[in-house]
Nanobody, 124 residues
Framework: QVQLVESGGGLAQPGGSLRLSCAAS????????MSWARRAPGKGLEWVSGIWADGSDTYYEDSVKGRFTISRDNAKNTVTLQMNSLKPEDTAVYYC?????????????????WGQGTQVTVSS
């Protein structure tokens, strides 16, 4: 069965860095786009970043552009979100999601599997 397992969350100071990883199994990873989304306390789901199935294109939410970098390794079935210059407003549960398409989109109904989430807390 499809599994998405996130790791790498934790506590970071403002200005610090964290690296999130999502290990995927149970499907042909290289055939599907992947995205990261987050949910902050008391807020709705926010798309953070996505990457096309072949890694040829990406998108970023405006508030993370220049600070976060998404990448994928189709040989290892992993997608990674490198988060630098972290801000307190980045505090959220971060989720890895599998698209039903090769292109990454920002529509919840175009994602069929989600990880359990990993907590990221940015605080001094």
């Amino acid at each position: 069965q499809v599994q998405l397992v996130e790791s790498g969350g934790g506590l970071a100071q403002p200005g610090g860095s964290l690296r999130l990883s999502c290990a995927a199994s149970g499907f042909t990873f290289s055939s599907y786009a992947m995205s990261w989304a987050r949910r902050a306390p008391g807020k709705g789901l926010e798309w953070v970043s996505g990457i096309w199935a072949d890694g040829s294109d990406t998108y970023y939410e405006d508030s993370v552009k220049g600070r976060f970098t998404i990448s994928r390794d189709n040989a290892k079935n992993t997608v990674t979100l490198q988060m630098n210059s972290l801000k307190p407003e980045d505090t959220a549960v971060y989720y890895c999601a599998k698209s039903i398409f090769i292109r990454a989109t920002r529509e919840v109904y175009e994602y069929d599997y989600w990880g359990q989430g990993t907590q990221v807390t940015v605080s001094s």
